[in-house]
């Protein structure tokens, strides 16, 4: 079974920091992608950045030179630093990962993490 649990959400003023952790329990499946999703209200959910076992990572145009993805493979966490936050980056911060099982491939699912970003 995949568990997931997001923490390191917040309020936070604009311009700020923030760092998300996401610790997995992956025992018995392949991990293929870890990455952090966003949803605002009213939005569909986004991607924000996603890091490949063989380390190569990709971002949302949004959100380039400022977040930063890394993983941790002995603690099996994934990171998301945050700098330079906006307004507009305001939303629920999901953790997923793809993993390969007994069952196949799916995608697993944290249950999100809060943050707010003040003007």
């Known amino acids: 079974q995949v568990q997931l649990m997001e923490s390191g959400g917040g309020l936070v003023q604009a311009g700020g920091s923030l760092r998300l952790s996401c610790a997995a329990s992956v025992s018995g499946f392949k991990v293929i992608t870890m990455g952090w999703y966003r949803q605002a209200p009213g939005k569909q959910r986004e991607l924000v950045a996603a890091?490949?076992?063989?380390?190569?990572?990709n971002y949302a145009d949004s959100v380039k030179g400022r977040f930063t993805i890394s993983r941790d493979n002995v603690k099996n966490t994934l990171y998301l630093q945050m700098n330079s936050l906006k307004p507009e980056d305001t939303a629920v911060y999901y953790c997923?990962?793809?993993?390969?099982?007994?069952?196949?491939?799916?995608?697993?699912w944290g249950q999100g993490t809060q943050v707010t970003v003040s003007s």
């Open positions: 997923n990962t793809r993993a390969i099982g007994r069952l196949g491939t799916s995608d697993y």
């Open positions: 890091a490949a076992s063989d380390g190569n990572a």
